[in-house]
């Protein structure tokens, strides 16, 4: 675990309002820093100055671990997040689960002898 302060520098000036906080490691406080800047830039409304300034963070002892400016926190690629549980997209041209279309087949012949039209689902 890392004790990491996050200050604002702003052109030559570091602005007095840090924040700690505990992460595990450097990649965890670059999450935060993101997170730090993203936020403000929301409530801000988007202030270009704060486009050029800089998160720096720093370990108990002062040393700096990592800097990140606002423009590179803000427009960084996000690494997608492996989920097990997330849906996976079905491949083009895979065709519909015939499944689904024969659960559908006695609501769409109900709905015909009531003369009304059920849209074929999935394609079916």
Same mark, same amino acid.
């Given at each position: 675990?890392?004790?990491?302060?996050?200050?604002?520098?702003?052109?030559?000036?570091?602005?007095?309002?840090?924040?700690?906080?505990?992460?595990?490691?450097?990649?965890?406080? %670059?999450?935060?820093? #993101?997170?730090?800047?993203? &936020? *403000?830039?929301?409530?801000?409304?988007?202030?270009? @100055? +704060?486009?050029? /300034?800089?998160?720096?963070?720093?370990?108990?002892?002062?040393?700096?671990?990592?800097?990140?400016?606002?423009?590179?926190?803000?427009?960084?690629?996000?690494?997608?997040?492996?989920?097990?549980?997330?849906?996976?997209? %079905?491949?083009?041209? #895979?065709?519909?689960?015939? &499944? *689904?279309?024969?659960?559908?087949?006695?609501?769409? @012949? +109900?709905?015909? /002898?009531?003369?009304?039209?059920?849209?074929?689902?999935?394609?079916?």
């Amino acid at each position: 675990m890392i004790r990491a302060h996050f200050t604002i520098r702003l052109g030559g000036n570091s602005l007095p309002a840090s924040a700690a906080q505990s992460v595990d490691d450097i990649e965890a406080a %670059r999450s935060v820093a #993101r997170t730090i800047v993203q &936020r *403000l830039m929301r409530q801000h409304g988007g202030d270009p @100055r +704060l486009l050029d /300034a800089t998160m720096v963070i720093g370990d108990d002892d002062g040393a700096t671990l990592l800097e990140l400016s606002f423009r590179d926190a803000l427009y960084m690629p996000v690494e997608p997040v492996a989920d097990p549980d997330r849906r996976r997209p %079905r491949p083009p041209g #895979r065709a519909p689960s015939k &499944r *689904l279309s024969a659960a559908f087949h006695p609501v769409r @012949r +109900l709905a015909g /002898a009531l003369g009304a039209r059920v849209q074929p689902l999935l394609g079916s």
